[in-house]
């Protein structure tokens, strides 16, 4: 158990709509990182948030948002869905988010578009 | 771009050490070397990470050479359940993140 924890696990919706992954890092931890993972692909890195603020944007859609709270929690909006946003979205924590301390992952979300 | 090149694919008998290798001859002197596993689409695992010196844990054994142009992964007895997907990263861009290659599937035999 890594301690960060994803909402939900499993989750299916049509095209055009608009989702909300919810992640909650480990205790103590305050940077959190958004990745997208599609089928059989590497994880590509989405954004990252460090104690409230944005601190990186990577290949993320104009269509997603984050944020991350004063709780530190955080939240992937993903909207007007399209079939190919159909993914592994993992959600991982730092402590301060600097190059020599490890990230650890929760368990993902699962997005399936019909 | 991924900065680092792994083999696609390696076996290795169970209780057996698995040696993964990985080139990474573009690192640059503050880039440290990580190393995670993704198991059937299970959240990535951290295993170990290093800047020059060899690491060790209770999961891996991390070898870097002197010129840190390449590592190897040492899981020193190895079970059915270290199959899996192993990642060798060189962080980071200057928002320290890391860049994810395709990674090693390895594949513990019994």
């Known amino acids: 158990d890594s301690g960060v924890t994803q909402t939900p696990k499993h989750l299916i919706t049509a095209t055009g709509q608009r989702v909300t992954l919810r992640c909650s890092p480990r205790?103590?931890?305050?940077?959190v990182y958004w990745y997208q993972q599609s089928l059989d692909q590497g994880l590509q890195f989405l954004i990252q948030y460090y104690n409230g603020e944005e601190r990186a944007k990577g290949n993320i859609l104009e269509r997603f948002s984050a944020q991350q709270f004063p709780d530190l929690h955080s939240e992937l909006n993903l909207s007007s869905l399209e079939l190919g946003d159909s993914a592994l979205y993992f959600c991982?924590?730092?402590?301060?988010?600097?190059?020599?301390?490890?990230?650890?992952f929760g368990d993902g979300t699962r997005l399936s578009i019909l | 771009d991924a900065k680092t090149t792994q083999p696609t694919s390696m076996d290795c008998a169970e209780g057996r050490a698995a040696n993964l290798p990985c080139n990474h001859s573009?690192?640059?002197?503050?880039?440290?070397v990580y190393w995670y596993r993704q198991i059937h689409s299970q959240g990535p695992q951290y295993i170990i990470h290093?800047?020059?010196?060899?690491e060790t844990n209770e999961m891996a054994s991390l070898i870097i050479t002197e010129d840190r142009k390449s590592s190897t992964l040492i899981l020193p007895h190895a079970t059915l359940r270290d199959t899996a997907v192993y990642y060798c990263i060189v962080s980071m861009d200057s928002n320290y993140q890391l860049i994810w290659g395709a990674g090693t599937k390895l594949i513990i035999k019994p």
């Open positions: 573009t690192i640059s002197g503050n880039e440290y």
């Open positions: 991982a924590s730092s402590v301060e988010g600097i190059s020599n301390q490890p990230q650890h």
């Open positions: 205790s103590g931890d305050l940077s």
């Open positions: 290093g800047l020059k010196n060899n």
